[in-house]
């Protein structure tokens, strides 16, 4: 007899209630049967309506006034998947994500055609709401802040001076004063009928040069999910490094594919990253399950943590650590 079991891993910045609640929240849907891809999708939606991580609601505001955000999600049954990038306005990018993978044969739509994809759809479906400014009063307080530092930088021109201000050394010195969000939020879900799913969502970093896409949207990077193999997301890693390392939720799950555990799996993606890139994976920003309902979270090499929150059918509470 296979008892089949539902098991849920969140994270992000550590933020030890609304992690919890997300988890709880998709734990509940599970329990009520609701599938793994249903459960990312609102997992990630309660997210991003928090205001304390850096998606959707949370996301920190650019120069320019805009709030960039990128989002996936991945379905383990079909291998379908649905990305957005550099989108801006829309309440849930998770929700759009989800449209893309729904409604279209393609995978990753941006900028501003994502939008109008949107608002297309959005017509239909009141849940999708768009021309929404995302913002909290501690993110348009750093954007007034940010603009107050860069006064004497940028001048008259006003676009070039940014640019070049954004391509030199001090842009760090004065970002690193500009205390902001940085929690991009990511879920692996395996429900009752042992199906996975991933998804990802972020607004990237404060101090990107816009247009930027970065790992969550992109599948294998942000998230990847396979019913065969089981399924991985990120939070908390630079998407670069993530990229340039070639989609480091779909090396994990390649390593579960030849048999390693999800543990096994991470940590090895772990000690990959830091032997070719010299990176120091916060700890728990990398999680996966496999097919057996085991969980991986890396915790070897911690600079700082995310936040992670746990719950299978066999908890009666979500679990919390970092
Ligand atoms: N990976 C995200 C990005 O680079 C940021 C993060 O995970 O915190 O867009």
């Not at 501690?138 to 070049?164: C, G, H, R």
């Not at 205390?179 to 991933?198: I, L």
């Not at 990802?200 to 396979?226: E, F, K, M, Q, V």
Request: aromatic share 8%.
């Amino acid at each position: 007899m296979i008892i089949m079991t539902w098991c849920i891993l969140v994270n992000g910045r550590p933020i030890e209630k609304g992690i919890l609640d997300a988890t709880r929240l998709g734990g509940n849907l599970l329990d009520e049967g609701y599938c793994s891809l249903d459960v990312v999708e609102s997992t990630i939606k309660f997210l991003e309506d928090h205001s304390s991580f850096d998606a959707g609601t949370g996301c920190e505001i650019n120069f320019f006034g805009d709030i960039l955000m990128d989002a996936s999600i991945m379905d383990g049954r079909s291998l379908k998947a649905g990305g957005v990038g550099a989108i801006r306005k829309i309440k849930n990018p998770i929700s759009l994500a989800r449209k893309v993978l729904e409604f279209t044969p393609n995978v990753l739509l941006v900028g501003k055609y994502a939008e109008k994809f949107a608002s297309f759809l959005a017509k239909q479906d009141k849940s999708l709401i768009v021309d929404y400014f995302a913002g909290t009063p501690q993110t348009v307080a750093n954007y007034n802040l940010m603009k107050k530092k860069l006064v004497n930088i940028i001048s008259d021109n006003y676009i070039d001076d940014y640019y070049s201000f954004l391509l030199s050394e001090d842009s760090k010195n004065v970002f690193d004063q500009v205390s902001v969000n940085s929690g991009t939020v990511s879920v692996t879900v395996r429900d009752n009928e042992g199906n996975f799913a991933s998804g990802a969502s972020t607004g990237g970093w404060p101090h990107i040069i816009p247009g930027r896409i970065g790992d969550s949207p992109l599948i294998g990077c942000g998230a990847y999910a396979d019913n065969l193999i089981g399924a991985a997301s990120t939070s908390g890693i630079r998407g670069e490094e993530n990229i340039r390392l070639g989609g480091l939720t779909r090396k994990i799950c390649d390593l579960m594919y030849s048999g390693l555990t999800a543990q096994k799996a991470v940590e090895n993606v772990t000690e990959y990253s830091r032997k070719r890139l010299g990176l120091v994976l916060k700890r728990g920003s990398l999680i996966a399950i496999d097919k057996d309902g085991e969980t991986g979270v890396n915790n070897v090499h911690s600079a700082a943590s995310q936040g992670v929150g746990l719950m299978r059918s066999s908890m009666s509470e979500a679990a919390y650590f970092t």
